[in-house]
């Protein structure tokens, strides 16, 4: 509470890693490993180095930023292109199990505020 984040909707036991800011938080192993280590989406870990980069404070401001944020693709691909977040729900997708690693870059500073695994 009373953080830049705090309007960002989070599963109550995510345990919080670097104070106020930035967000940083994981969930306790126990819930993990209950889980058969394969986290639903309201357990993923987060890292952030900086500000979480949207807050709203309406259902209204909520969809307009959702209506008009965009996402351009570009670089080596054959079909540069920019996409909505409706156009994004539209394409094909898979699920598949992947293991995501946080690097551990500065994990120093985040245990000085609480130790985790």
Not at 9 to 37: A, D, K, Y
Not at 78 to 104: E, N, S, Y
Request: net charge positive; glycine share 6%; proline share 10%.
């Amino acid at each position: 509470k009373n953080c830049p984040d705090d309007w960002v909707p989070r599963h109550p036991e995510l345990v919080r890693l670097t104070g106020l800011h930035p967000f940083n938080c994981e969930p306790p192993l126990s819930l993990i490993m209950e889980q058969g280590f394969i986290a639903p989406p309201q357990l993923h870990y987060v890292r952030n180095h900086g500000a979480v980069p949207v807050k709203f404070t309406s259902d209204a401001q909520k969809q307009k930023i959702w209506d008009e944020w965009k996402i351009t693709i570009e670089g080596i691909v054959d079909k540069p292109m920019t996409i909505g977040m409706a156009d994004l729900q539209k394409l094909p997708f898979r699920q598949l199990p992947v293991l995501l690693v946080c690097a551990g870059n500065r994990r120093k500073e985040q245990n000085m505020i609480k130790q985790t695994i």
